[in-house]
C-alpha cells in the first residue's frame, strides 16, 4: 500500500481503489483508505495531485469524507462517498463545478507507486527582477482563446500569421501571434515537454512567424494542468523556461489553472510567478511575461517585481457588452495605475467575433484605449470585417493607447448613464471619453474641467476622424463611446 506521508504512520489495514475511465476534471485516479481507530485516506488527482480526506467515517461498507474545496466561498468543503461491494467501489463526490460519479477496482501496491502524485519542490523565496525595458507600451497582438479554445494547430497558425499580415494589421502595430491553450503534449523520459501531434516543429513555427515580422507567444500553467486540461509547467518551472526559449518564443502567458489548488495564498502565489519569472529571466532570451491569476491579491503591486510585464486583473471575457462592460468599467479600473513595462490587463479583445453591436465594440476599443490596456485580438483574423478592421487599425484611437506615458485613464465625471473619462497624454495633450452605458441614445460633452484646465483648445473627434468645437455637445448611441483628443498644454503642477 503505498500512502502519501501523513497517512502512511495511520496504517493499519489499507485499501488502494484504481480509477480508469473517469470524467477528465479532477481526474480522479485512486482512492487510498487507511483503516485503524479513525480512518484516514486520500483521493489522486491529475488536477490537484493529493486530496487529503477530511472527517472520514466508516460505517459497514460506506465512507464518507469531505474535501477541501475551491473558488465556491458558499461550499468550501465537498461531501464524498464511496460504497464497496462486489469487490468494486463506487465513488460519488464533486469539487468546484464537478458532481462525478464513478466505479473503481482493487488495486496493488505496485499500481499505488505508478499513479502516485509527486509534489513539486518548494518554491523559491519570493525576490525581486529588475526591470527590462521590455513592453514599454502596451503589447497589440492575437490570441488563439477567445475564437478556437484548444482546437488549434500549426496550419490555424500559421494562417493568423499571414492574416496578420495581409490585413494591414501588422502594420497598424500588432505584433505577437500568441498560441494558448492546447498545444502541449507529454513529456519525455528527461521530463522535457513535447508540443503535441498538431504542432509537429515548433521551433520551425517561430521561424515561419517571425520571418513574417511577427512574434510567437505560449502558453503554460503552473499547476499540474492547465485550464483545459493540457500538461501544466509543476515542477518542470525552469525546465520549460528553456524549452519555451529554445525554441524561440517571444511571449510566455502563465495562467493559474490548477495551481490555484497548490498556491492559494498571496506568499504562495507571488513566489510561483516569481519562480516562472526568474526562470524566463535566466534564459538570456527577451520574452514578455503575461500574468494570469484572474487579479488576485492585488497583483498590480507586485506584478512587475516577479518579473511581469502585464497582469490579468479580472477572469475571462465573453463576446457580450455585459460583461465586457463589466470588465471594462468596474473591475479594471480598481488596478490603476499602470505604466511602461507594467500594464493592467482586461483580457482580450473580442472585436470581430460578432457578440456585439459596432457600437459595443467601439465603447470596447475605446475602453481598452482609455485605459492603457495591451490590445490582444481574439478572433479569426482571415475573416476580419471592414467594420472590425477600421475599429482595430484608426491610428489616432491606437495612439492614445500606445501613449509612451502609460497613464490608465480614469473617469471623472458621470451624468445619468453618461460616464466622461480622462488621459493625460505624454505631449501634454488629453484624450477624453465619453461613454453611454444606458439603453438609449444621450448626449453630453466635454467640460474644461473635465480636462484639468481652464479651457478647451483644439479637440478632434478620433472616431469620426474631424476637428470639432469646443463647445460640441455630442449625441452618444446606446452603449456606443466618443473619444477625443484635446490639444494644449497640460495644467502647471
Request: aromatic share 10%; net charge negative; with cysteine.
Amino acid at each position: 500500500m503505498i500512502l502519501s506521508a501523513p497517512f502512511a504512520a495511520h496504517v493499519a489495514a489499507a485499501e488502494t481503489w484504481l480509477f480508469d475511465d473517469g470524467p477528465a476534471y479532477p481526474g480522479v485516479t485512486m482512492l487510498q483508505v487507511a483503516d485503524g481507530a479513525t480512518p484516514s485516506g486520500a483521493l489522486t488527482t491529475t488536477w490537484y495531485g493529493t486530496i487529503p480526506m477530511l472527517n472520514p467515517r466508516r460505517t459497514g461498507d460506506t465512507l464518507v469524507f469531505d474535501t477541501r474545496n475551491l473558488n465556491d466561498p458558499a461550499r468550501p468543503t465537498r461531501h464524498w462517498t464511496a460504497r464497496f461491494a462486489d469487490g468494486a467501489v463506487t465513488l460519488e463526490g464533486g469539487i468546484w463545478h464537478a458532481d462525478l460519479k464513478q466505479t473503481g477496482h482493487p488495486g496493488t501496491d505496485a499500481e499505488a507507486a505508478r499513479r502516485a502524485f509527486h509534489p513539486a519542490p518548494d518554491l523559491p523565496p519570493l525576490g525581486t527582477l529588475p526591470p527590462d525595458n521590455l513592453a514599454l507600451t502596451p503589447p497589440m497582438g492575437w490570441s488563439s482563446w477567445n475564437k478556437f479554445a484548444e482546437h488549434i494547430d500549426d496550419a490555424t497558425i500559421r494562417a493568423m500569421a499571414d492574416a496578420m499580415v495581409s490585413s494591414g494589421l501588422r502594420d497598424a502595430g500588432y505584433r505577437y501571434i500568441n498560441i494558448d491553450d492546447g498545444w502541449q503534449g507529454t513529456r519525455d523520459r528527461n521530463g522535457v515537454l513535447q508540443p503535441n501531434a498538431k504542432f509537429p516543429d515548433m521551433k520551425a513555427l517561430a521561424d515561419y512567424v517571425h520571418g513574417k515580422g511577427l512574434k510567437l507567444g505560449l502558453y503554460t500553467s503552473p499547476g499540474p494542468r492547465t485550464c483545459a486540461g493540457y500538461e501544466g509547467s509543476y515542477g518542470h518551472v525552469e525546465q520549460d523556461a528553456r524549452s519555451f526559449a529554445g525554441w524561440g518564443i517571444d511571449y510566455v502567458k502563465y495562467d493559474l489553472c490548477s495551481g490555484e489548488w497548490f498556491y492559494a495564498d498571496a506568499d504562495s502565489v507571488q513566489r510561483t510567478y516569481y519562480q516562472m519569472g526568474a526562470a524566463l529571466k535566466a534564459t538570456g532570451r527577451p520574452i514578455i511575461y503575461s500574468l494570469c491569476e484572474y487579479g488576485r491579491f492585488a497583483v498590480s503591486r507586485w506584478g512587475q517585481q516577479v518579473g511581469g510585464h502585464l497582469w490579468r486583473t479580472t477572469g475571462d471575457i465573453t463576446d457580450d457588452y455585459a460583461t465586457m462592460s463589466d470588465i471594462g468599467f468596474t473591475r479594471n479600473p480598481k488596478f490603476a495605475p499602470a505604466g511602461p513595462g507594467a500594464w493592467n490587463d482586461p483580457d482580450m479583445l473580442e472585436i470581430g467575433n460578432g457578440g456585439m453591436s459596432d457600437d459595443e465594440y467601439r465603447t470596447h476599443m475605446t475602453l481598452w484605449a482609455m485605459q492603457a490596456a495591451p490590445l490582444i485580438m481574439g478572433h479569426d483574423l482571415r475573416r476580419t470585417t471592414p467594420a472590425a478592421l477600421r475599429l482595430l487599425t484608426n491610428r489616432d484611437v491606437l495612439a492614445i493607447d500606445q501613449d509612451p506615458a502609460g497613464v490608465h485613464g480614469q473617469m471623472v465625471r458621470k451624468v445619468g448613464d453618461v460616464e466622461i473619462w480622462r488621459k493625460d497624454l505624454r505631449d501634454g495633450s488629453v484624450a477624453m471619453a465619453l461613454f453611454n452605458r444606458g439603453e438609449r441614445a444621450a448626449t453630453a460633452s466635454a467640460l474644461p474641467a473635465d480636462t484639468g484646465r481652464p479651457t478647451i483648445g483644439a479637440m478632434r473627434d478620433l472616431w469620426a476622424h474631424r476637428a470639432v468645437p469646443a463647445a460640441t455637445r455630442f449625441r452618444i448611441p446606446r452603449h456606443g463611446a466618443i473619444l477625443l483628443r484635446i490639444d494644449g498644454p497640460a495644467p502647471p503642477n
